[in-house]
């Protein structure tokens, strides 16, 4: 079995890597010796995380720049796929919102890929993990960050040439740059989409709690499965919860079928992740809340594409961007006015049909 790309190919048995001479593609390949260096030979202070792929490590190269080293954990042919989607799909995709590839290693047992370091580490550090308390995740760098990785994604769904469907949107793989700028990140299970093809019908890979229903079932995947996924992270960013919970009683509930009911109350501000102490704007908290219902609407038709979600999460749902200055008068309005004036079901959130497809499929 052998993996090409535009710039390098190797195979399996006997790695052969050549430069990279493209400078629209700047990413450099390392030899072992610079990043055992550069990790202090991979030392478990230096660990900032481990994955399905296996660990990383911060480390700081000879010319004094900070990188992170995703080091593969077992030589299998599926892991070794997946190194070379990641490598091969990262070095073709240049934004502002995906996560840069510096770089990588092949050689003999050892597969390295090489990133910028993200100092804000992932989101799901902030939301869940041991950064949470700190509440350094205002209302502000939150829209920011769903904004950020929405742009990301619909650059990789209408703009990357061929079409690239990530399928592993979720918070661990958005990452934050010292700005909070959000990164997406780790583009192995990624496809990429043929011209002229709608979906494909593959393995289910990515992470429970993020699948949209049609892939989880049946393998069918499309830029709407990342949608779906983006729609459970946003819910995320906004809530701080997690995709799934276990209530008492071993029954598992996802974050869609916890807010639906609140916000058919009209109760948006529940919804809120109270670490925010009530401090954010409601219209645009209201606003995030039915893009993220609508992005994981059971029907893949109904659900919004990546461009409309990051026109929306700027103007308002179903507002076109044209009508930013009307639209941000009407927030400033709304700020004052806690009256739930947004037709919900008029944006297709077939509220009941999800919620029976999530109850017979959670338990
Ligand atoms: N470039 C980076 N800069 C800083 N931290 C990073 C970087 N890349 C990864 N990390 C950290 O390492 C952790 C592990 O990442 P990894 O992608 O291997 O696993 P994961 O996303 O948690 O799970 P999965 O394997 O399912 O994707 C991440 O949660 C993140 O905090
Ligand atoms: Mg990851």
Redesign the pocket.
Known sequence: MSFKCCCWSWNVEEPVIRENKNKDYPWDIYTLKELITATNNFHNDNK?????????Y?GRTSKGVE??V?RLKAMTAKAEMEFAVEVEILGRVRHANL?GLRGFYAGGDERLIV?????N??L??HLHGHLATDVLLDWRRRLGIAIGSAEGLAYLHHEANPHIIHR?I?A??V?LDSEFQA?V??F?FAKLIPEGVSHLTTRVKG?LGYLAPEYAMWGKVSESCDVYSFGILLLEIVSARKPIEKLPGGVKRDIVQWATPIVEKGNFDVVADPKMRGKFDKAQLKNAILIALQCTDGNPDNRPSMIEVVNWLKVGIGRRAKEVVHVRDMVVEDEDDDEDDTDYESYGGPVAARRAWASSNMR
């Open positions: 900032i995380g481990e994955g399905g792929f296996g660990s990383v911060w990188i992170a995703k996560l990133y910028d370091y993200m100092p580490h992932s799901i550090t592993d979720k661990s793989n990452l990164k990140a780790d192995g992470t």
